[in-house]
């Protein structure tokens, strides 16, 4: 009995394990941002929309990331991502597929460090 909920137990993490925020690691279903290009730096792995990064840091860091990114990933599966250059969705915003990595913000209309908040959008 014991061995059997232990088996399934172990069974369960092996195929669903879920994605944890803000551990550092950019996890499937979660958005990323990178504080330099091509995903170097520092990182910050968030679940869901943020209306502010300013209490937002690097992994590991006390350094606020707002308005300090200049690549991400969003690894949404099932929700665009937008990122805005004001406070709760305001200001210019750039928009990104699920599923996409961006090396470099700066081509972007919302462009380097200019992040402030971001919003899931189109979700499916
Ligand atoms: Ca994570
Ligand atoms: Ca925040």
Wanted: aromatic letters at 12%.
């Amino acid at each position: 009995m014991i061995a059997a909920a232990a088996l399934a137990i172990a069974g369960f993490a092996g195929t669903a394990s879920a994605a944890t925020e803000d551990n550092g690691v950019c996890e499937l279903g979660e958005f990323c941002l990178y504080q330099h290009d091509d995903y170097k730096g520092g990182v910050h792995d968030f679940i869901g929309s943020d209306p502010n990064h300013y209490n937002d840091y690097w992994y590991g860091t006390t350094a606020s990331v707002q308005k300090g990114a200049s690549s991400l990933k969003n690894r949404v599966r099932s929700c665009s991502v937008r990122l805005w250059s004001g406070a709760s969705g305001t200001g210019r915003f750039s928009g990104f597929d699920p599923l996409t990595w961006t090396p470099d913000l700066s081509p972007w209309n919302i462009g380097d460090n200019s992040n402030v908040s971001h919003t899931y959008v189109y979700c499916s």
